[in-house]
């Protein structure tokens, strides 16, 4: 059983991680109280371009949710199969093979995993799904995403399977695709 309660009040204040462990029954509550300055921002998009020696490409949505931040993307040019699909922590796309948009974004210094984990790398976004001729689309509400804080960072898909365990990026292999996150029409 996990719980996570985010306040955005606008600057990270505290971070508390609580784990009660009652004999097989583990419960995690994670409570992080973040003081944002100036406007909330409901609406950002990035738009991924290939990298050097592959095809993909494609754009992301991230919009403001009651539950939390809806991510939508649609993805073309990959092979078939789960793709790690990821937030880094640069909207730095200048390496043909993409390195620069650095590890996953992270800001709560937690582990890797998927993103349904209550204690996750804030970019940790999991897997996006591409058939045979090689498109991919997801929809889904993060709960852990703050648009405010990814804004400016990079999106990242690479050419393998996140695993969502292994450190510090879930072995997902080489990175297909880049772009950078920026404020989208929406957002007042
Ligand atoms: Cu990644
Ligand atoms: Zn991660």
Known sequence: MKNRT????????VAIISIAITGC???ETI???REMEGPEYTHAVAILQPTEGFEAS???YFTKVEEGVNVTAEITGLSEGNKGFHIHQYGDCTAANGTSAGGHFNPDEMDHAGPDDAMRHMGDMGNIVADADGNATIDYVDGTININMILGRGVIV??????LTSQPSGAAGPRVACGVIGVAAGTE
């Open 58 to 60: 494609g754009t992301v």
């Open 158 to 163: 690479h050419n393998g399977e996140d695993d």
């Open 25 to 27: 029954m583990q419960t």
């Open 31 to 33: 409570e992080i109280e």
């Open 6 to 13: 985010i306040w955005n009040k606008g600057t990270i204040l």
